[in-house]
Structure formats: structure tokens, C-alpha cells
Nanobody, 121 residues
Framework: QVQLVESGGGLVQPGGSLRLSCAASGSILTIMHMGWYRQGPGKERELVARVTTSGNTNIADSVKGRFTISKDNAKNTVYLQMNSLKPEDTAVYYC???????????????WGKGTLVTVSA
């Protein structure tokens, strides 16, 4: 069994910064995909940023230059550093990892429960 636990959301003023963290725990052999997605009010869930096993990153155009994704393989943790936040960044942010289980060897897609980021004055 694998669990993803997100942290770091909250209320921030426009122009401020937040750092989200997502740690995976459980029976993990390898993590093949780490990413952050978000769903704003009345909107569909969208990709924000992802990082591959080799460290290559993809960042959505809407946050490019403001958000950075990074990972700590030893801690099975992915981070999202969000700077220059705008009201339109308000959303529930979800962590996603594609993980091979260490006991089943099955490749599973895991999502965190989400953490709310509110950007408002």
C-alpha cells in the first residue's frame, strides 16, 4: 500500500510564495512519474508541472517562470515552489505519482488528497 501526503497549502497574498511538498510512503520499488496538478473553481483538473526519473521537467505555460518543481529521490518527495502567486492560481493542488510496488511489482497511479492554495488580498 502506498500513500501520498501533501502539505504546504494555505492563504497567501498576491505576489507571495508557497512551497508544496508531497511525500510517498509504503511499499515502493520505483517512482516513474512525479507531478503536480490543480483544479480551480469551476475548472477541470490541469497539469501544473511534472518531473521525470531523469530529472527533466515540464511546466505549464501559465506558471512558467514562477513555479519550479523539484524532487528528493531519497525521501520519495516532490516539491512545488510557487512564486509571484496570482489570484488565478487559486486551486486545489494535487500530487500524482506513478509507482511500482515493491511487493506486487504492479505499476499504479496514485493521487494525493489535495491541498488548497488560496491567493487573495
Amino acid at each position: 500500500q502506498v500513500q501520498l501526503v501533501e502539505s504546504g497549502g494555505g492563504l497567501v497574498q498576491p505576489g507571495g510564495s508557497l512551497r508544496l511538498s508531497c511525500a510517498a510512503s509504503g511499499s515502493i520499488l520505483t517512482i516513474m512519474h512525479m507531478g503536480w496538478y490543480r483544479q480551480g473553481p469551476g475548472k477541470e483538473r490541469e497539469l501544473v508541472a511534472r518531473v521525470t526519473t531523469s530529472g527533466n521537467t515540464n511546466i505549464a505555460d501559465s506558471v512558467k517562470g514562477r513555479f519550479t518543481i523539484s524532487k528528493d529521490n531519497a525521501k520519495n518527495t516532490v516539491y512545488l515552489q510557487m512564486n509571484s502567486l496570482k489570484p488565478e492560481d487559486t486551486a486545489v493542488y494535487y500530487c500524482r505519482m506513478v509507482i511500482t510496488g515493491s511487493t506486487t511489482y504492479a505499476i499504479m497511479d496514485y493521487w494525493g488528497k489535495g491541498t488548497l492554495v488560496t491567493v487573495s488580498a
